[in-house]
C-alpha cells in the first residue's frame, strides 16, 4: 500500500520506493559519465550520436555536466530531507541539467570539419 508520509512523497513499506527512483538514476548517470568520459578522452560517440556529433570532446563535457546534474537531483530529491534546502538543491541541478543539455547541443552544432555541408 502507498501512502503519503508527510509531504515526503510516497512511501512504501519504509523507503522501498526510494530505491525504485534511485537505482536507474543512478545507472542512467554511471552511463552517460562513462560515455562522456569516452568521447572527452578517445573522441569516441555512440554509434547512433556519430553522425550528429561536429565536436565530441565538447560533446562529452555536456554529457558529464549531465549525469553530474542526475546525481545532484538523486541527492538533492531523495537524500536530504531538510525541507529549507531540498527545492533550492533542485532548483539548482534543474540548470545544471539544462546546461548540459545546451552543452551537447553545441557540441552537435559546432566544431567538425564540414563535411556534409553544402557550403562552398
Not at 54 to 64: H, S
Not at 88 to 105: P, S, W
Amino acid at each position: 500500500m502507498i501512502t503519503l508520509a508527510s509531504g515526503v512523497g510516497p512511501t512504501l513499506q519504509g523507503a522501498t520506493v526510494k530505491l525504485y527512483l534511485a537505482i536507474p538514476l543512478v545507472l542512467m548517470a554511471l552511463l552517460i559519465a562513462a560515455s562522456g568520459i569516452a568521447a572527452v578522452s578517445r573522441g569516441w560517440v555512440l554509434p547512433m550520436n556519430r553522425r550528429h556529433v561536429r565536436a565530441p570532446q565538447l560533446y562529452g563535457w555536456g554529457q558529464l555536466v549531465v549525469a553530474f546534474a542526475l546525481c545532484w537531483q538523486l541527492v538533492f530529491g531523495l537524500v536530504i530531507s531538510d525541507s529549507g534546502t531540498r527545492p533550492t538543491g533542485t532548483l539548482i541541478g534543474g540548470v545544471i541539467l539544462l546546461v548540459g543539455l545546451v552543452v551537447m547541443m553545441v557540441g552537435q552544432l559546432a566544431g567538425g570539419n564540414g563535411k556534409g555541408r553544402n557550403t562552398p
